[in-house]
Structures are given as structure tokens and as C-alpha cells.
């Protein structure tokens, strides 16, 4: 995108933002594609290297074959404490220290949200976060950090240090329901806001991409940063197509010099 168009749209959503009361921002995978971390649907995504049916919760559950190759894809991959916000996650944060941001809804697992220093409280994580694993029997929920090292020292497949029972990722597999009351305080959210940004989703997965759907029926304004073309673009106010990093800090900027900070 040429600077002078993103500059124009950048504003147009400064503008909007300036006059929002409660905002919301809506992440998927490409937010954090700058940060290192691959998307699913994107050329060179997840979805080009592995097979979806692998990650159901039936096959992880029923089979150790399956548990083992999870848990070594995820070590391989997702499973990092190493990436950082880059600028689109810090922008975001910027907008809520400004007093701007009700809250961050995100298909993400990756923490970078709360890394970059939106409070937990203000981040409803709909798929769940790949900082910690749960045991399937006992409900003992482990910091990533305890159980990683063991992946590391070679274990295949770990189990709870309480009580020997089935560990996963606290993360939502194909086949499991979304966590019931974040889908709930989510929903309720986006309908309250607005204003909804869109940022790094293809809004394809359900129910996530119902929230964007939310926020425009009960009469919310909605920017969509993307790469890609989405199926609610023609419900959009601005559309951005530009990397979420320098998109978001051009409308972030924006922002800024129009409260005089
Ligand atoms: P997706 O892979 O379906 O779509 C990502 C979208 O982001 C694409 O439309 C792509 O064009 C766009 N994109 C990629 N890089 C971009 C960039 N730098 N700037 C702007 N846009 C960019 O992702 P999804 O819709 O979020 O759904 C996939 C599911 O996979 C999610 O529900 C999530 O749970 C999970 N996932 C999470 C992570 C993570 O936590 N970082 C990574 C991969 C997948
Ligand atoms: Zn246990």
C-alpha cells in the first residue's frame, strides 16, 4: 500500500477512535506474524506443513501416537516463551494506557497481548493461552514454564506432577467448546461497543468471527487491518490492507496527536 493511502485510511480510523467510547479490538493469527509466529491460513501457514485432523481433542485423548505428535509439533512451534510483541501488539497497548480500550477479544494463544501490557483482566482469550497446560484429570493448571523443560529434556509425552494423569496444552482443540463464559463476556462486549477493529483475521472461524457480526448489528463502527480480503469488509468504515505493525502504529500515532500526547 502506497504511504499516502495508508495515511489517509490510518486517519479516517484515528479519527473514529478519537471519538469512540468503548472499543473493542478483535486479534487473529496475522497480529502476531511479525512477532515470528506463522498463521494457519496464510501461504507458508500451519495448515501447508501439518494436517487440521490431527488436532482434534478425540485423537489426543484416545491416542498416545497423537499426544506424541502434538505435543512435539507444538514444541517445534507454538509452544514459545521466546516471541514479543512486535508493533501492532504495542500499539494496541498504547491505545489502552490512552484510556481508549474497553478490551481485546483474540482467537489468539500466544500471550503477546498481556506481554506487551494489556492486564489479563481486559484480554478475553478465545482459544485459550499456551502459557499454561491443564491436566485432564486432576484440573491442576501448570505455568508452560513447568512442564517445557521436560519436552526439552527429551519427554514425549508429560504427565501431571500431581497426580500422573493426561496433560494438554490449555489451549481449544478441533472438537472442543470455546470456554463458555469468555465466549459470553466477549459477545456481551462486542455488542456494548462502539467501535470494533478487526486486526490479523480472516474472520472465518466460528464462533469467533460472530463477534465482529455482534458488534456491527448493534450499530458499532468497524476498521478491519488485514492482509487479506474478509467476508465483512463491505460492512467496514475503513479497511486497511497493510501489515497490522505499521498499520496500527500510523493509526495509533494518529491518535496520539490528536489527544496532544
Ligand atoms: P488465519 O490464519 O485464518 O488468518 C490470519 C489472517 O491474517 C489472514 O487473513 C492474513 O491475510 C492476515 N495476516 C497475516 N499476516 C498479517 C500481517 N502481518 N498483518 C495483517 N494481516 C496479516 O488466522 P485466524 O483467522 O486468526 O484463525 C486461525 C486460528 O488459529 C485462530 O483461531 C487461532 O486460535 C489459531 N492460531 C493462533 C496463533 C497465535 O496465537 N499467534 C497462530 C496461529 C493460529
Ligand atoms: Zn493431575
Given at each position: 500500500m502506497e504511504n499516502r493511502d495508508l495515511n489517509a485510511l490510518a486517519a479516517r480510523a484515528a479519527d473514529l477512535i478519537v471519538g469512540s467510547q468503548k472499543l473493542v479490538v478483535f486479534t487473529g493469527a496475522g497480529i502476531s506474524t511479525e512477532s515470528g509466529i506463522p498463521d494457519?491460513?496464510?501461504?507458508?501457514?500451519?495448515w501447508e506443513r501439518f494436517?487440521?485432523?490431527?488436532?482434534t481433542i478425540d485423537k489426543f485423548r484416545s491416542s498416545p501416537d497423537s499426544r506424541r505428535k502434538q505435543w512435539r509439533i507444538l514444541k517445534e512451534g507454538l509452544l514459545t516463551d521466546k516471541a514479543a510483541p512486535n508493533a501492532a501488539h504495542i500499539a494496541v497497548a498504547e491505545l489502552y494506557r490512552m484510556g481508549k480500550l474497553d478490551c481485546v477479544i483474540t482467537q489468539n494463544i500466544d500471550n503477546l497481548h498481556q506481554k506487551a501490557g494489556v492486564p489479563d483482566d481486559r484480554v478475553f482469550e478465545l482459544h485459550g493461552n499456551m502459557q499454561f497446560v491443564l491436566c485432564l484429570d486432576c484440573g491442576r493448571r501448570y505455568p508452560l514454564g513447568d512442564i517445557k523443560p521436560r519436552l526439552d529434556r527429551g519427554e514425549e509425552i508429560p504427565d501431571c506432577l500431581e497426580c500422573r494423569g493426561m496433560l494438554k496444552p490449555d489451549i481449544v482443540m478441533f472438537g472442543e467448546q470455546l470456554p463458555y463464559d469468555v465466549l459470553q463476556e466477549a459477545g456481551r462486549r462486542a455488542m456494548a461497543s462502539d467501535l470494533f477493529i478487526v486486526i490479523g483475521?480472516?474472520?472465518?472461524?466460528?464462533p469467533a468471527a460472530f463477534m465482529p457480526l455482534y458488534a456491527v448489528e448493534a450499530g458499532a463502527g468497524l476498521i478491519i487491518v488485514n492482509l487479506s480480503a474478509t467476508p465483512m469488509d463491505d460492512r467496514a468504515a475503513v479497511v486497511i490492507r497493510a501489515k497490522a505493525g505499521e498499520a496500527m502504529s500510523a493509526v495509533v500515532a494518529g491518535v496520539k496527536e490528536r489527544l496532544g500526547r
Amino acid at each position: 500500500m502506497e504511504n499516502r493511502d495508508l495515511n489517509a485510511l490510518a486517519a479516517r480510523a484515528a479519527d473514529l477512535i478519537v471519538g469512540s467510547q468503548k472499543l473493542v479490538v478483535f486479534t487473529g493469527a496475522g497480529i502476531s506474524t511479525e512477532s515470528g509466529i506463522p498463521d494457519f491460513r496464510s501461504p507458508g501457514g500451519i495448515w501447508e506443513r501439518f494436517d487440521p485432523d490431527d488436532f482434534t481433542i478425540d485423537k489426543f485423548r484416545s491416542s498416545p501416537d497423537s499426544r506424541r505428535k502434538q505435543w512435539r509439533i507444538l514444541k517445534e512451534g507454538l509452544l514459545t516463551d521466546k516471541a514479543a510483541p512486535n508493533a501492532a501488539h504495542i500499539a494496541v497497548a498504547e491505545l489502552y494506557r490512552m484510556g481508549k480500550l474497553d478490551c481485546v477479544i483474540t482467537q489468539n494463544i500466544d500471550n503477546l497481548h498481556q506481554k506487551a501490557g494489556v492486564p489479563d483482566d481486559r484480554v478475553f482469550e478465545l482459544h485459550g493461552n499456551m502459557q499454561f497446560v491443564l491436566c485432564l484429570d486432576c484440573g491442576r493448571r501448570y505455568p508452560l514454564g513447568d512442564i517445557k523443560p521436560r519436552l526439552d529434556r527429551g519427554e514425549e509425552i508429560p504427565d501431571c506432577l500431581e497426580c500422573r494423569g493426561m496433560l494438554k496444552p490449555d489451549i481449544v482443540m478441533f472438537g472442543e467448546q470455546l470456554p463458555y463464559d469468555v465466549l459470553q463476556e466477549a459477545g456481551r462486549r462486542a455488542m456494548a461497543s462502539d467501535l470494533f477493529i478487526v486486526i490479523g483475521s480472516t474472520l472465518v472461524v466460528y464462533p469467533a468471527a460472530f463477534m465482529p457480526l455482534y458488534a456491527v448489528e448493534a450499530g458499532a463502527g468497524l476498521i478491519i487491518v488485514n492482509l487479506s480480503a474478509t467476508p465483512m469488509d463491505d460492512r467496514a468504515a475503513v479497511v486497511i490492507r497493510a501489515k497490522a505493525g505499521e498499520a496500527m502504529s500510523a493509526v495509533v500515532a494518529g491518535v496520539k496527536e490528536r489527544l496532544g500526547r
